[in-house]
C-alpha cells in the first residue's frame, strides 16, 4: 500500500468535495431564510452542508499538509533564487503573494471584480429570500409560540385554536416553532402561515415602525415599490439628512459608507414615512 498515493488522492478528493461544499454555501440562502423554510439541497440543510464543509476543509489541510511534507525537497527548490540559496521573497514567491494580497485587500475595500463575486452571492440569497420567504425577524423558528405571538401581536389563544383546528399537533404555548413544525413534519414558516392573520387588502402606504426582516438588502426602489413610498421623495429626504445614495443603494450600503447601522438608516425613513394609523 503506497501511502503517499493515498495522502495525494485524498488531498484530490477532499478539494473536489471542499469545492462542491463551498458552491452550495455561494448560492444558498441566508440562515433565517433557510431555517425558516428548511431549507434543504439534495437531502441537507444549510447546517448539514456547513458542517461537512468543515470537516472536508480539516480533511484537505491535514492531507496538503502530509502531501507538502513528503515533497518538502520540491517546494523548498521554489523558494531558491538563481545561485540556489534558500529565500523566502523569489520572484515567484512575490507574485504569489502579489495575488493574494490583492484579494484580500479587493475584497475588504468592495473593489471590482471582488465586490462582484460577492453580488453574484448576494443575488442568489436574495433571490431565495423572495423564493422561501422571509420570517418576521431573525431566527422567528427559535422562539417559543408564546413569545412569537407576543412579537408579531398576534392572539396566543387564537393561535392555538388555529393550530389545532389544522391538525398540528402543540403540546403547550412553551414549544417553539422549530419544534412544534419538526413533530408535524412541515416548517416554521407553514406554522406561521397557519396563525397568521389575513394580509389586509389594499396597497400598503408607509413603513412599519420595526424593520421587516430582510429589508438591509433591498434597495430604495424596492423599499419604496414594496411600501408605497415616492422613490424621489426617499432619496430627498435621506439628502437632506446628509445621505448621498441612489434608488439602487441598499440600506446595508448606505450604513456602510457612512459607518452607521442599517437599521438606523431605516429608523430615520420610517420616522418620515410612517405607516398611516
Excluded at 414549544?175 to 406554522?191: G, H, S, V, Y
Aim: hydrophobic share 40%.
Amino acid at each position: 500500500m503506497n501511502f503517499r498515493k493515498i495522502v495525494s488522492l485524498t488531498a484530490l478528493i477532499s478539494f473536489t468535495l471542499e469545492i462542491l461544499t463551498s458552491v452550495v454555501l455561494y448560492i444558498m440562502p441566508q440562515g433565517r431564510v433557510a431555517y425558516w423554510s428548511d431549507w434543504q439541497l439534495w437531502g441537507l440543510s444549510k447546517t448539514q452542508w456547513t458542517d461537512q464543509h468543515i470537516n472536508l476543509g480539516v480533511l484537505f489541510l491535514a492531507a496538503i499538509i502530509i502531501h507538502a511534507w513528503y515533497n518538502w525537497p520540491a517546494i523548498t527548490s521554489y523558494l531558491k533564487n538563481r545561485v540556489r540559496n534558500l529565500t523566502v521573497f523569489t520572484g515567484t514567491f512575490n507574485i504569489a503573494l502579489f495575488l493574494s494580497i490583492i484579494f484580500c485587500l479587493g475584497t475588504y475595500f468592495e473593489l471590482p471584480p471582488f465586490s462582484t463575486i460577492i453580488g453574484i452571492s448576494n443575488s442568489f440569497k436574495n433571490r431565495a429570500a423572495k423564493v422561501y420567504g422571509e420570517p418576521p425577524y431573525g431566527h422567528a423558528e427559535l422562539s417559543t409560540l408564546k413569545s412569537f405571538s407576543k412579537k408579531t401581536e398576534l392572539d396566543l389563544k387564537t393561535s392555538l385554536a388555529s393550530l389545532r383546528t389544522a391538525g398540528i399537533t402543540v403540546r403547550d404555548a412553551e414549544q417553539t416553532l422549530a419544534e412544534i413544525a419538526r413533530i408535524n413534519q412541515t416548517t416554521p414558516k407553514e406554522i406561521y402561515e397557519i396563525i397568521k392573520p389575513p394580509e389586509s387588502e389594499g396597497p400598503v402606504n408607509g413603513l412599519p415602525a420595526s424593520p421587516p426582516s430582510g429589508i438591509g438588502r433591498m434597495s430604495l426602489s424596492e423599499i419604496s415599490r414594496e411600501y408605497g413610498l415616492d422613490p424621489e421623495s426617499v432619496l430627498k429626504f435621506l439628502s437632506e439628512k446628509g445621505f448621498a445614495a441612489t434608488a439602487d443603494s441598499t440600506l446595508k450600503e448606505i450604513g456602510s459608507a457612512y459607518n452607521r447601522n442599517p437599521h438606523d438608516i431605516y429608523d430615520l425613513l420610517a420616522e418620515r414615512f410612517k405607516t398611516a394609523d
